[in-house]
T-cell receptor, first 114, second 111 residues
Framework: GAGVSQSPSNKVTEKGKDVELRCDPI?????LYWYRQRLGQGLEFLIY????????KSGLPSDRFSAERTGESVSTLTIQRTQQEDSAVYLC????????????FGEGSRLTVL | GQQLNQSPQSMFIQEGEDVSMNCTSS?????WLWYKQDPGEGPVLLIA?????ELTSNGRLTAQFGITRKDSFLNISASIPSDVGIYFC???????????FGTGTSLTVIP
C-alpha cells in the first residue's frame, strides 16, 4: 500500500491477556519504529528496526513488551499479561533509512485494557 | 531520557492570524522534524530540517533549525480552520536511533 498500515485499529482486552499489534511499513522502507502515545501526551519511543541489524530495544518499558520484524517487512508488537497502564495508542512509523530521518506514521492501534 | 520542551502548550487564535511555536532540547540534535496530528490519526510530517540555521517552508508553514542546534521553530502564516490540531516537534541526536518528541502544541483556530 501507499502508506503505513496498522492493525487492529482498535483493541479492547481484559487485564492479563496478551495482545499482538501489527505494522506493515511502506514498501522499500528499511527502518521501522514503534511508539506509544498515552492520552493527551507525546510519543514515547519503544523500539527501532533497521534492516537486518539487531533492533534497538532501549525504549521497551518492561519485559512484557517485545517486537519482531522479519527482514524489511511486517513487524508485530506483542504485549504479554496486559495491565491497565498499557492502554494507549501504539504508533508505527517507517522511513527509507536512518540517514533520511523522515518518519511516516500509520494511524495507530488504540489499545484499551479493562 | 532526553526531554524536549515545546511551547506553548495550547493556542487559541483568530482565523488569519500568524502562529509561532518552538521546541528546545538539552542536547544537540542533527535532525528536527515537525508533525501535525489530527484526532484519531497518526502524525503527519510537515517539515524536516537537517542543518543548523536551515529555514524551510511548506506552503504557509516555515520552520527553522536553530543555530545552537538545540532548538527549532515553526511558524504558520494566515491561519485557517483546517490548521486545527496538535503540532509536535521531534529531534534526533547524532548518536542513537530514536526521535524524541515534544509534548505538543494544541492549536485552535476560531473562524
Amino acid at each position: 500500500g501507499a502508506g503505513v498500515s496498522q492493525s487492529p485499529s482498535n483493541k479492547v482486552t481484559e487485564k492479563g491477556k496478551d495482545v499482538e499489534l501489527r505494522c506493515d511499513p511502506i514498501s522499500g522502507h528499511t527502518a521501522l519504529y514503534w511508539y506509544r502515545q498515552r492520552l493527551g501526551q507525546g510519543l514515547e519511543f519503544l523500539i527501532y528496526f533497521q534492516g537486518n541489524s539487531a533492533p534497538d530495544k532501549s525504549g521497551l518499558p518492561s519485559d512484557r513488551f517485545s517486537a519482531e520484524r522479519t527482514g524489511e517487512s511486517v513487524s508485530t508488537l506483542t504485549i504479554q499479561r496486559t495491565q491497565q497502564e498499557d492502554s494507549a495508542v501504539y504508533l508505527c512509523a517507517s522511513s527509507l533509512g536512518r540517514s533520511t530521518g523522515e518518519l511516516f506514521f500509520g494511524e495507530g492501534s488504540r489499545l484499551t485494557v479493562l | 531520557g532526553q526531554q524536549l520542551n515545546q511551547s506553548p502548550q495550547s493556542m487559541f487564535i483568530q482565523e488569519g492570524e500568524d502562529v509561532s511555536m518552538n521546541c528546545t532540547s538539552s542536547s544537540i540534535f542533527n535532525t528536527w522534524l515537525w508533525y501535525k496530528q489530527d484526532p484519531g490519526e497518526g502524525p503527519v510530517l510537515l517539515i524536516a530540517l537537517y542543518k543548523a540555521g536551515e529555514l524551510t517552508s511548506n506552503g504557509r508553514l516555515t520552520a527553522q533549525f536553530g543555530i545552537t542546534r538545540k532548538d527549532s521553530f515553526l511558524n504558520i502564516s494566515a491561519s485557517i480552520p483546517s490548521d486545527v490540531g496538535i503540532y509536535f516537534c521531534a529531534g534526533r541526536m547524532n548518536t542513537g536511533n530514536q526521535f524524541y518528541f515534544g509534548t505538543g502544541t494544541s492549536l485552535t483556530v476560531i473562524p
